[in-house]
């Protein structure tokens, strides 16, 4: 009896002395390598470097997004604005007034002006918005010769804006008169632009006019007064 009693007293000394290890083990500190980093655990870098900066750059970059989107809403909204007011803004399409105005030109005019000889005008035409350079207006007589150059009341007219002077799609007779509360229309482009010469357009009345442009808005590497 004495014997048992003692084997247990034995394993029951060995387990608590592995307890007593153990619990050693667990309170010792920790020795580092010399040369070694503590990282912490959550964010992985070593402790006391700076992550203010890249917050502030972040910040930044936030509100910059933020106001370069409020500053192109503003200017859509100013657009859209001036378009139903007094300063109608338009797009050019296609070809027709170069090298005046190209395709993908954003062009701004204005309604209310007299309308004179030479003037970038846009009107109306078939639920459709045309942009010609004014020719002639009510009561001339245009004519024009075999090499398109124009005449206007007898008088050569000089057209420093033409790359090329061309009759283009012409069937009206010249010479020809402009209708009073007329303007006889044609586009810079010579070649390939339908306009008053083509008696399915033939010349714009005053009451199609919207107003003569102005400007032109962009792109911005060409923006300026026409």
């Known amino acids: 009896m004495v014997r048992i009693q003692n084997l247990i007293l034995i394993v029951w000394d060995k387990e608590a002395d592995m307890k007593t290890r153990t619990n050693d083990k667990t309170k010792r ?8 980093v503590n990282r912490t655990k959550k964010s992985g870098r070593p ?6 900066g890249v917050n502030k750059r972040k910040r930044r970059i936030r509100r910059l997004i933020v ?25 050019i399409y296609g070809g027709n007034m170069e090298p005046t105005l190209w395709d993908g030109d954003y062009i701004a005019a204005v309604k209310g002006r007299a309308v004179k000889r030479n003037d970038i005008i846009a009107f109306y035409y078939n639920n459709k918005v045309l942009v010609k350079r004014v020719i002639a207006l009510g009561g001339d007589i245009v004519d024009m010769a075999e090499d398109g150059t124009v005449s ?28 009073a509360k007329h303007v006889f229309v044609m586009g ?7 306009d008053s010469r083509a008696s399915m357009i033939g010349p714009a009345g005053m009451e199609q006019v919207i107003g003569k442009t102005v400007l032109r ?6 923006f300026g007064f026409l």
């Not at 810079?188 to 339908?194: E, G």
């Not at 808005?217 to 060409?222: A, G, I, K, S």
Request: aromatic share 6%.
């Open 67 to 91: 106001f370069m989107a409020q500053q192109l809403i503003l200017i859509a909204a100013l657009t859209i604005l001036l378009s139903h007011m007094a300063l109608p803004v338009f797009q």
């Open 152 to 179: 206007v009341n007898g008088e050569v007219q000089d057209e420093p804006f033409l790359n090329d002077k061309d009759t283009g799609i012409s069937d009206i007779e010249m010479p020809y008169k402009v209708p």
């Open 188 to 194: 810079d482009n010579r070649t390939d632009s339908i």
């Open 47 to 52: 402790p006391g470097k700076n992550i203010n």
């Open 217 to 222: 808005l962009w792109p911005l590497n060409r």
């Open 29 to 36: 500190p920790r020795i580092r390598p010399a040369g070694s």
